[in-house]
C-alpha cells in the first residue's frame, strides 16, 4: 500500500488555505445568502412582474423627462444665437440653418455607424416582431444608446424638422422591455420564456405613448390598435400598470423639477366647460372628418410614393447607401431655408417649438376676432398666436399657407435616415386643419349657430381639438386618438364630437389606404402578413390547396445517414415533417434541423475509413425526438381561415394533410402571396 506524499499533503493544504484566505467569514456569508433568498422569496410572492413593470414605467419615464430637458437647453441656445447675432441678415439665415444641419447630421452619422435599425421610428419593424418574427438587432442594448442620442438631436432641431418622439420612444420602451426580460431570467432563475417576452414587449408599447404625452389609458388602447392584431385579455393590467407608472412618474418629475406645480396634462388648456359647442356644430365637425380623411389619403398615398422614389432615383438612393449624413444636411437645408422666419417662415409661424404649436393651436381664443385689436407690438402673456399673424395675409391665409408646405416637408422629412417619430407632426398638422375650419365657422357665425337667445360664439379650439384626433386617428387606423387629445389637454367637453370626426375620418382612410405604420413594411418588405381588409373579398372562396407549396421535403421515421443528408442538402428549413415509413405517407410529427445535425454527427457516413469510432446504424425514430403535430390545415381551408391563424398563433409555416397523408405545407410566404394576388388579381 502507498503511503501519501506529506510534501503533496502540504502542497494542497497551503491551495485550500489559500482559497479560503479570499472568502473569509463562512458562516456570515451563509446567513446572508439565506437571508437574501428569503427577502427574494417575500418580494416575489406577489409577483415578479410587478417589479420590472414598475420599473419600465419609471426608467422610460426618467429617460423622457431627461431628454425633453436636453432638448429645451439645446432649443434655447439655439434661440440664443439668433438673437445675438443682430441684424445681419446673412449671419442670422447661417446661425439658422446651420445648427439643425449639424445636429440632425451627427444623428444620422452617430446612429448609422452603430447600427443600421436606428433609423426611423422602428414602429413598423416592432409590428413584425410581435407576430413571432425574428428580427436581429432590432431590440438590441447598443440600438437603444444609438436611438437614444440619435433622437435627442433630431429633437433639439425643433420645427425645422417637424418630428417628433412617439414612435421612437416605443422602440426604445420595447428595447428595454427586451432587456429587462432578460435580467428577470437570471434574477428569478426561470428558463427564458418567448411568451413573457410579447408580454413585456406588449406592455412597452403603452409605456412609449404614456411617457410622451402623459396619458396611460389612450397609451393602452392607442398601443392595442396600432400595434396588435390580436390582443389577449391577460396582458391588460400589465400594459395599464407599466403606463400608469410611467404617465405618473412623468407629471411628477415636472413638479420636482419646478415645471408645474402640480401634475396636470401636457398641453394644459382653458376651454370653457358650461357651453363647449352648440348641436347644429355636430355637422361641422363631421365636416372636419370627412376633410382629415381625405387629407390622410392623400398623404399616405404620397408619403409612401416618396419613400418608394427616394429609393429608385439613383442619386439618393446613392446617398442613402454611402453617404446617409449628406442627404440629411441636404434635405434639411431645404427645410431649413424654407422656414427661415424672416422668409417664408414669417407665414409658418417657425419660430414656435412644437409644444408651442399645440399650445397656440388650442388658445381658447378666436383669433379672427382678436386680430382687429391688436394693437401691441411684442408678444402679451399668453400670446403665442401673434406668430401666426402676419399684417399681409389674415389668420386664414398663414393656416392655409402652413398646412400646404407642412403637407410635402413633413413627407420629405420622413424619407430622413435618422431616429425619428411622425406622430405629433401629424397630430399638429390635424390641430391646424381643424384650427382653420372652426375659424372659418366663426367668422361665417360671429353669433354662433343658435339664433335665438343669448350668443354663443363658436369655439376654433374645440375644432382644432377634433381636427388633431381625426387627422392623427386616420392616418395611424386609430380610434383612441380622440381619448389621447382628451387626456392630453385635460379637456372632455368636446369628446362627443372629436369621436364623430375620428370615425368619419378612420371609415374614409381604412378603405383607401393602407396605415401609416404599415406604409414602411410595404416598402421595406418586411415578413409581416398584410391584413385581409373587407369581407367583400373573395377570402373565404380561395382554399389552401390552392397556393399551398406543394414540393415539401420529408423525411421518414426509418431514415438513416444517407436520407438525412440529403435532406439538409435539399432545404434549410427549420423543422422537417417526418412521415411513417411503412404503408400511406401519414405525418406523425416534425424534427428540428439541429437535431438532424447531431444525428449526422453522432453516425458514421457509409463510406467513411473503418476506423472512425461512430455509429454506424440507427434511424431517425430509434435516435431522435420526433415533437407531435399540434396543428395542421385541411388542403380545404379558407385563405381567411388560415390567415387568422397565423396572426392569432404567431405562427411561422404549417402543414397540410389530406386524411393524414403530408400533401403540403403553407409558410408566410405563400400566405403574403395569395393576399397580394387576392387584392390585387392580374
Not at 506524499?5 to 456570515?28: H, N
Not at 410587478?50 to 419615464?61: H, T
Not at 399551398?548 to 442538402?569: P, S
Not at 437535431?595 to 476506423?611: I, Y
Request: proline residues 6%; hydrophobic residues 45%; contains cysteine.
Amino acid at each position: 500500500m502507498e503511503r501519501p506524499d506529506p510534501g503533496g499533503l502540504q502542497e494542497v493544504e497551503r491551495v485550500l488555505v489559500t482559497e479560503k484566505s479570499w472568502r473569509p467569514c463562512p458562516k456570515a456569508r451563509r446567513r446572508l445568502r439565506g437571508c437574501l433568498e428569503w427577502v427574494k422569496k417575500q418580494l416575489f410572492r406577489v409577483g415578479e412582474d410587478w417589479y420590472f413593470l414598475f420599473f419600465l414605467g419609471v426608467l422610460m419615464a426618467t429617460i423622457s423627462f431627461m431628454m425633453d430637458f436636453l432638448v429645451s437647453r439645446l432649443y434655447q441656445a439655439h434661440q440664443w444665437l439668433y438673437q445675438e447675432i443682430g441684424d445681419i441678415l446673412v449671419l442670422k439665415y447661417l446661425s439658422w440653418t446651420m445648427y439643425p444641419m449639424a445636429l440632425a447630421a451627427f444623428s444620422s452619422g452617430f446612429s448609422q455607424s452603430i447600427t443600421p435599425h436606428s433609423g426611423g421610428s422602428g414602429i413598423g419593424e416592432l409590428k413584425t416582431i410581435l407576430t413571432g418574427v425574428v428580427l436581429e438587432d432590432y431590440l438590441a442594448i447598443h440600438n437603444f444608446g444609438a436611438k437614444v442620442v440619435g433622437l435627442t438631436c433630431t429633437l433639439a432641431c425643433g420645427s425645422t424638422l417637424f418630428l417628433g418622439k412617439v414612435g421612437p420612444f416605443v422602440h426604445l420602451s420595447a428595447m428595454a422591455a427586451a432587456y429587462l426580460g432578460k435580467m428577470r431570467t437570471s434574477v428569478t432563475g426561470e428558463y427564458e420564456n418567448k411568451f413573457k417576452q410579447n408580454e413585456m414587449l406588449v406592455a412597452a408599447q403603452a409605456v412609449g405613448v404614456a411617457t410622451v404625452f402623459g396619458a396611460p389609458i389612450s397609451g393602452v388602447l392607442f398601443s392595442i390598435e396600432v400595434m396588435s392584431s390580436h390582443f389577449a385579455v391577460r396582458d391588460y393590467w400589465r400594459g395599464f400598470f407599466a403606463a400608469t407608472c410611467g404617465a405618473f412618474m412623468f407629471r411628477l418629475l415636472t413638479v420636482f423639477s419646478s415645471e408645474q406645480e402640480t401634475i396636470v396634462a401636457v398641453f394644459k388648456s382653458d376651454f370653457k366647460l358650461d357651453f363647449p359647442f352648440d348641436l347644429l356644430e355636430t355637422f361641422f365637425f363631421l365636416i372636419l372628418g370627412a376633410i382629415c380623411g381625405l387629407v390622410g389619403c392623400a398623404y399616405l398615398f404620397c408619403q409612401r410614393w416618396m419613400m418608394v422614389a427616394v429609393k429608385e432615383n439613383w442619386l439618393t438612393a446613392k446617398l442613402l447607401a454611402t453617404d446617409k449624413p449628406i442627404y440629411t444636411v441636404l434635405a434639411v437645408l431645404l427645410l431649413a431655408s424654407i422656414t427661415f422666419p424672416p422668409g417664408l417662415g414669417q407665414l409658418m409661424a417657425s419660430r414656435l417649438t412644437m409644444k408651442e404649436y399645440l399650445t397656440s393651436l388650442f388658445d381658447n381664443r378666436t383669433w379672427g376676432a382678436l386680430v382687429p385689436n391688436s394693437s401691441w407690438v411684442g408678444d402679451p402673456p399668453g400670446g403665442l398666436w401673434q406668430e401666426w399673424f402676419h399684417p399681409s395675409a389674415t389668420i386664414f391665409g398663414t393656416l392655409a399657407f402652413f398646412l400646404v408646405m407642412k403637407f410635402w416637408m413633413l413627407i420629405l422629412a420622413t424619407t430622413l435616415p435618422l431616429p425619428a417619430g411622425y406622430f405629433m407632426p401629424i397630430f399638429i398638422y390635424g390641430a391646424a386643419i381643424g384650427r382653420l375650419l372652426g375659424e372659418t365657422v366663426a367668422f361665417l357665425f360671429p353669433r354662433g349657430l343658435h339664433t335665438g337667445g343669448t350668443p354663443r360664439p363658436i369655439l376654433p379650439a374645440g375644432y382644432a381639438l377634433a381636427g388633431a384626433a381625426a387627422f392623427s386617428g386616420s392616418v395611424t387606423h386609430a380610434v383612441s386618438t380622440a381619448l389621447l387629445v382628451c387626456e392630453a389637454t385635460g379637456h372632455l367637453g368636446h369628446v362627443l364630437p372629436t369621436v364623430l370626426a375620428v370615425l368619419v375620418a378612420n371609415a374614409i382612410t381604412q378603405k383607401h389606404q393602407p396605415s401609416f405604420y404599415d406604409g414602411p413594411i410595404i416598402v421595406k418588405k418586411l415578413p409581416y402578413l398584410p391584413p385581409i381588409r373587407s369581407r367583400h373579398m373573395a377570402s373565404y372562396q380561395v382554399v389552401v390547396e390552392e397556393f399551398m407549396e406543394r414540393q415539401v421535403v420529408a423525411l421518414a421515421k426509418g431514415d438513416g445517414f444517407e436520407e438525412v443528408l440529403v435532406a439538409l442538402d435539399a432545404s434549410a428549413d427549420a423543422e422537417y415533417p417526418v412521415l411513417e415509413s411503412t404503408g400511406p405517407p401519414m405525418l406523425v410529427g416534425t424534427i428540428s434541423r439541429t437535431q438532424l445535425v447531431a444525428f449526422l454527427q453522432s453516425h458514421k457516413h457509409p463510406q467513411a475509413p473503418p476506423e472512425e469510432k461512430l455509429a454506424t446504424t440507427g434511424t431517425l425514430g430509434d435516435n431522435c425526438t420526433i415533437e407531435p403535430i399540434m396543428l395542421q390545415l385541411s388542403p380545404w381551408t379558407s385563405l381567411h381561415q388560415a390567415h387568422h391563424l397565423f396572426e392569432l398563433l404567431k405562427l411561422q409555416r404549417i402543414f397540410v394533410t389530406r386524411f393524414g397523408e403530408l400533401v403540403g405545407a403553407v409558410s408566410r410566404v405563400e400566405l403574403r402571396r395569395a393576399i397580394e394576388e387576392l387584392t390585387n388579381p392580374k
